[in-house]
């Protein structure tokens, strides 16, 4: 075979796991070359392969035709590289290929030899719905066997790791490569115990890391691997075998008891209640139905009909008395909780720039000790040194430029964050993730269950008849034998367990409000209906037979259909009716146009601008031909459900959770913007805004829609929602008069963009532009699917932001995991896929869980400050004794090390977060200006103070020089320099554990720290002892000589105490307070902007005539658009009130009784008037 480029191939073609794939075949005299190459460079292209997996690949193995390789190289969008072994099958597929498959993340692909690419496995390959009833009698043994030989074992068994492999992991990390190289070196020198404790810390992280992984490992697999017996119909007969061993197409007998699934199942057959919380996150049981056998059908598009791995499935039940039956559709890690599963072993890996930055420093450090290894090296070659203690020295001085317990000091930050996350009932599964929520800009939320209560009230009922609304009902009870009585008992998927109804809680809502009873025949235990209908409801006081009805079947609510239906019969009656509810919007365009109210859209928007949710209610009779088969089975949702009457309105109301609204105002002070994404109503999640402070009142909301004419053309519209200045509450004058409302220009005032799924994935495909504009500017986004909801937080991410993300976890999860820091309010399964997860099921976890980030973050910081300039001072003082032969001798380094700067690095992540959260966030990165700054000059004061001592001691009348002896050049002996030169040296490091301590405002003040006071006063006392007057043995182990006077003890004593208020002067006030809070953000006022974000910001603030209030074609200026409509700065709206088609009645008492006028809001006409003198367009080419 030709040799094709590696380009031509790739993985999972047009989804989001897409991977190029490149083929490699062993080649011998590639192998032998590259072994040669490794022993030449000293093993250190296998060292680089634990990092790079294709640079050993490449070494051994030379380009091929995928159908011929022994290896294949994938690489993913995160650039993360997978080699994986191309295996070959013991039998052929169907069409007589041989079976060529190489396996990744737990998924199999198959090469075929049509499409000239691997293909993902994905479970059973039907062209239709109809053919899974045609396997209703199951698979025969000899299909049994090449399914098994295709698919393999249906399980989640996770295999665990050997512990060698996840050792050397661990230590293949660079951090422990030059650990290594450290304790060799400094145990050549027989400096064994620093030696000792980086061993035994290395050690230690990387056997907790080595159990973490696998505790992780193990709980997971006992969480996800289940195994039972289930009954199979195999060979047209039925028998019972393990789940392990099902296979896709295989038929199973769903038993009426409960049980969890062990596959994915397409119900063919009866009905189930299936609990999906530890899946999905769905809190209310789910009915399942039976798929319809209809070509256009797309099976993984409705879940209503797959009963899926790791589900409970509560109850069972077929009416006529046949058993339930489900196909196998997918097995193991192909299933959806495979999917949860894997996302788990293989997450999204997060831009953790902390990690990049501190690589890149490591390098930085190592280029900089040059200079000072070639000083150390000429110096000892001036002096006369032996070669070998001169390279023995040199190398030593490369040990000092990396801070050798950095990991261990970054890992004791997070975890003691984490432990307080814990007491605070926030879970984190990964710590690495909380620095990253230190930094966030935007957090979105989604409404319902999260700003809002899961619960909804009924406000109220507006029947319509013959295409004009009602009398409002305040009570469903009240409400007259009507359709929509028979939707609110009917159109439902509710059921009972163990003599209960369960179901959707808005569902419950409506039934109990109108105190019908729901049954579940078995056999003829009920009459009227001409055979035993599936469900039965009964109104009160009802006897046997007439008032009864039945409900053959239904169509449960889908977030992407936005709506539920049902088919029903009334008792003694031949005829068949449809009844459906859904989202308003949706329901009016499927209904004939003369049944809607000329007034639908007011009404609904009154409604919804006061926070209500609005759902319509529509119905059909079926004609009267339509059998009962017809019905229940034969006829498809779309015949069902087309030409519908509108029958009304159903008014609900959702309330805010308590601490909502000023969790919202906390995060809002801290300038941390909000975005809600929500799958409600756009008008009824302004209101929420509102409610709960996202939109404050002095703040105007504008609804974005567009339209798309053509294929290359886009219509946009921008309309107020809400007025600036204005309350959402605004109550129009009396009788309706029109009354004239100032609104200042679009840049006196905020205001916020609105818009509904269907706009935002028109302009996300059709203007990319505008689209980042509309992402940048947008609060408010109303009918989001789960998928709008991850495209959006990604989006923000492309721009720049930092993104939080918090949910209930039932529709969010894909926004859960790509956001930066995901916050679930749902203790759920799906939850373990994102990184927090709440307790307490309110989004007041959110300021504690950035709080805590930023304590975190401002920890690390510090820590990291702290450690490189522990190296660099230390080395410093080093140098100065290398001038003239001396060096630090192995008790001070003892002293030094261990004694003075092991510990607290170790506790800077042990003072609590600070009690509020400040507009401004600590620096995103250790190499930020104001960082190297701090370093930086912390190490020139103690260069300077080091050199006050050196000299100070030098210009002593009784001072003696050092006399270098090559042969003691590792045990010198003690010198007045070194006693000068080290006591302010020890006394450093104390300065920096006080002054690089974070404090407020991202942590408390290091005073309510007992611990780290006690160990810094204990250091301090240490340092002071020693400099001052030490006993005779501890001053001959750190190698100090006593001077023949105390006073020169006493003045490097107090050149320490000056050296230590400058320094903290220095730091906390000059740098960290005016520097970083007071000239940094002026600085910033006049640079240019960075980020994408700012950019785009800034095109804004350019563009006025952005937004364009009116309608914009993006293609071509419209005639009727007057660029210099945003412009004005007295424009007229005149607001024209629209007598409803009404009763006269306008008022119905609420439960708090307390009157409610549902026409408080009316239509409101805006008609805006340019102004008298005609402003110039641009000339700079803004829009």
Sequence with gaps: MGRKKTSAFRINVGSEDEMPLESFRWSFKRALAGWVVVVLCAGIPLLLSTWKRSILLRLTHACCHPNVAHKVLLKDKYSQEYVETVRRGDRPLKDGTDLIYFCNKR???????????????????VDNTSDFYDMSMGLSSMEVDYQKSLFGPNSLYIRMQPIYKLVLREISSPFYIYQAFIVIVWLIQLYYQFSICILLFSIISVSVSVYQTRKQTRALRETVHTESLVTVIRDGAESKLSSRELVPGDVIIIPEQQHIMECDAVLISGDCIANESMLTGESSPITKVPVPADDAYIVHADKKNILFNGTTMLHSRNTDSKKVKAVVYKTGFSTLKGELVRSILYPKPVNFKLYTDLIRSTVIFLIIGIPAMVYTGVVFHSLGAFTLDIVITVIDVATFVVPPLLPAVLTSVNA???????????????????????????????????????????????????????????????????????????CHSLHLLNHRLVGYPLDLKAFESISWSLVEPKGKDIEGFERVPPRVVKPPNSGEGGSNIAILRQFPFESQMQRSSVVINVANSSRFYVYVKGAPEVIKEMCIPETVPSNFSETLEGYARRGLRILAVASNILPEDTTWDGAQYMLTRAELEQDLRFEGFLVLQNKLKAGTAGTIGVLEAANIRTVMATGDNLLTAVTVACDCGMVKESDAVIQVEAQLLDYSSLKVNYNYTKLPGLSEKLVLGHGGAMEDVSIPLLSEYTYHLAMDGKTFTLIRTHDRELFQRIVLKGKIFSRMLPQMKLQLVEELQNIGFQVGMCGDGANDCGALKAAHAGISLSVAEASVASPFTAQKGNIQCVPVVIREGRATLAATFGSFRYMVCYCFVLLMGALYLFWDGQKPSEGAYVFIDIVVSLLPPMLFGTSEAFSRIVKRPPAKSISSFLSILSILSFIVLQTGFHVTAYYFCVGQPWYEPFVFDKFHIHTPAPTYVATAVLGINCMSHVIAAVVFMPGPPYTKTMITNKLYVAVVLFEFLAVSYVTLYPVHFLRDYINFKEAPYFQFHLVIYMLSLLNFAISYLWEVYFIQHFMFHKLQPALRKMRGPVHMYEKIEKEISLDTRWPPMGNVDRDRASTD????????????????????NMTPSRNFPRDDNQEMNIYE???????????????????????
């Design 1161 to 1183: 809001r009316p239509s409101v006409t805006f008609k805006t008037f340019r102004q008298s003198e005609r402003r110039r367009p641009n000339n700079n080419g803004s829009r």
């Design 107 to 125: 998924i199999k692909y198959v090469w075929k030899t049509d499409l000239q690419r691997f293909v993902a496995l994905n479970g059973l390959q």
């Design 1121 to 1140: 658009y007057d660029p210099d409509i945003a412009l004005f700065r007295d424009s007229v709206i005149r607001r024209e009130l629209e007598t409803p």
């Design 416 to 490: 003691a964050a984490q432990k307080r996350l814990k007491d605070d009932g926030v879970y984190c599964l990964n710590s690495t993730y909380i620095n990253l929520c230190g930094a966030l800009d935007v957090v979105c939320f989604d409404k319902t269950g999260t700003l809002t209560e899961d619960s909804l009230d009924i406000s109220g009922i507006i029947p319509s008849e013959n295409g004009v609304l009602q009398t409002p009902v305040p009570h469903p009870k009240d409400l007259p034998n009507s359709s929509m009585v028979l939707a609110l008992a009917t």
